[in-house]
C-alpha cells in the first residue's frame, strides 16, 4: 500500500495517479496529466514483495512501484492532511509556520 495525498503540484510535484482505491501510475521523472497525487513517504509491503527485489543489487522503490502496479498489486491510500518534510531549510520553515499556526498553504 502506498499513502498518497491529493497536491496537484501544489507543494511538490505529483507523481501518482490513482483509480478508486488502487495506483495506475507513478513516475518521478515522467509526469501525465492524471497525476495529480504525491507519494506520502509511508509504504506498507507484505512480505511476498521481498520475491520481487533482485538479490546483491540496489533496487529503489521507483522500480518496484511499476511491478506491483502491473500486477494490480499496489493499493492507495488518501491521507487527507499535507504531510511536511524536514529534510530542507524550507520544509522546516513551512512546517514551523504550519505549528505556529501561520500556514496558509492548506
Same mark, same amino acid.
Given at each position: 500500500m502506498?499513502?498518497?495525498?491529493?497536491?496537484?503540484?501544489?507543494? *511538490?510535484r505529483s507523481n501518482t495517479s490513482i483509480s478508486g482505491d488502487m495506483v495506475t501510475g507513478?513516475?518521478?521523472?515522467?509526469?501525465?496529466? $492524471?497525476? /495529480?497525487? /504525491?507519494?506520502?513517504?509511508?509504504h506498507v509491503f507484505r512480505k511476498e514483495v521481498l *520475491?520481487?527485489?533482485? $538479490?546483491?543489487r540496489y533496487f529503489p522503490l521507483e522500480e518496484l512501484f511499476p511491478v506491483l502496479i502491473s500486477?494490480?498489486?499496489?493499493?492507495a491510500y488518501e491521507a487527507r492532511e499535507?504531510?511536511?518534510e524536514i529534510g530542507s531549510m524550507q520544509g522546516i520553515e513551512?512546517?514551523?509556520?504550519?505549528?505556529?499556526?501561520k500556514d496558509d498553504s492548506i
Open positions: 502506498m499513502t498518497v495525498y491529493k497536491n496537484y503540484d501544489h507543494h *511538490e507513478y513516475s518521478k521523472n515522467g509526469r501525465t496529466a $492524471e497525476m /495529480v497525487y /504525491v507519494d506520502y513517504g509511508a *520475491e520481487l527485489i533482485p $538479490e546483491n500486477q494490480k498489486q499496489l493499493l499535507r504531510f511536511y513551512e512546517f514551523s509556520a504550519y505549528i505556529r499556526g
